[in-house]
């Protein structure tokens, strides 16, 4: 259950914090970055959102 709940924390927070930098991202920053961003965000949604899903079946990382 403790995998589960920092592998929680850690997703949101990359989903957070690169989802803010892909969307508020300066105007002059490149492109590639931004995609990098919005890459590292989804990837961050992901991993959240399968935490979530299996803290709510208790937890069974490798079933």
């Known amino acids: 259950m403790k995998i589960c709940s ?5 997703g949101w927070g990359a989903a957070a914090a ?3 930098l892909a969307i508020s991202g300066a105007g002059d920053a490149p492109q590639g970055l931004m995609v990098i961003y919005e890459l590292l965000a989804a990837a961050g949604f ?8 299996r803290i ?6 490798l079933k």
């Open 6 to 10: 920092i592998m929680f924390v850690i």
């Open 18 to 20: 690169f989802g803010f």
């Open 46 to 53: 992901a991993a959240g959102m399968y935490s979530w899903l």
């Open 56 to 61: 709510r079946r208790g937890c069974l990382i």
